[in-house]
């Protein structure tokens, strides 16, 4: 699993430029940043380096923010791997809160990485046989 930053802010201009700045001020590099948004706030989510040093520099910067663990698949770059994994997913009823599509840079492939609070998801996926990615 990996510990991915979750954390909020409001939707105006500037404000992911601010969460770069205090990531890089940090020396912090991100792998992956998903921004979504509602009518005031958005919910920014991210795999850095350091997970803990990124936390706590957005706290220190006045974020409300934490930590949370999220389970990331390789791919393989195959067609219909995403459609497979949630077919294993849904016959196991897993609910899968959110999902989103990152790059491993280490092998060159997509990954998917969701969050869900089922406990047992990630040994029931490795018992399928797939690749979970502990660093991207």
Known sequence: MLNQVSLFTENTKGALHNITTVLANANINIYTMLANDSAEFGI?????????????ALKSAGYQCRLDRVIAIDMADTPGSLDKILAHL????????????????????????FKTTEPEAETFLQGKGYVLVNTL
């Open 44 to 56: 920014i989510r991210l795999i850095v380096t350091d997970p803990a040093i990124a936390l706590q």
């Open 90 to 113: 849904e016959a196991a009823n897993v609910i899968v809160d959110y999902l989103y599509i990152s790059y491993n840079r280490q092998t060159a492939t997509p990954i998917a990485i």
